[in-house]
């Protein structure tokens, strides 16, 4: 299993922005980002291949950006216009799988998960 490292959680108050990184100690074929809020199931947020085909979900579209700019081992979420319901510890997650679809209808089954960090927006 590949080892991740997740970094840049913290508070910011509603409308703000952060930006998460994930590091990765191996290769991947798809990152994702996940989220989980206390009572609530862990829910994919975002996720991109290595061939740049990126997916966000409904609650983050417009909002928040996956990148992997320097074609490497790190993946960005870029977390703008925060709402009180982001609140939540954040995981990224890496896989083998080369399809943006298949890594979709089996998410979160897939690959090595980091430790998480939490995201708390408030005022």
């Known amino acids: 299993q590949v080892q991740l490292v997740e970094s840049g959680g913290g508070w910011v108050q509603p409308g703000g922005s952060l930006r998460l990184s994930c590091a990765a100690s191996g290769s991947f074929n798809v990152m994702g980002w996940y989220r989980q809020a206390p009572g609530n199931q862990r829910a994919l947020v975002a996720a991109?291949?290595?061939?740049?085909?990126?997916y966000s979900s409904d609650s983050v579209k417009g909002r928040f950006f996956i990148s992997r700019p320097d074609a490497k081992n790190t993946v960005y979420l870029q977390m703008n216009s925060l709402k009180l319901e982001d609140t939540a510890v954040y995981y990224c997650?890496?896989?083998?799988?080369?399809?943006?679809?298949?890594?979709?209808?089996?998410?979160?089954?897939?690959?090595?998960w980091g430790q998480g960090t939490q995201v708390t927006v408030s005022s």
């Open positions: 991109i291949t290595r061939g740049g085909n990126t």
């Open positions: 997650n890496a896989a083998t799988v080369g399809f943006m679809s298949e890594y979709l209808r089996r998410a979160g089954q897939l690959g090595s």
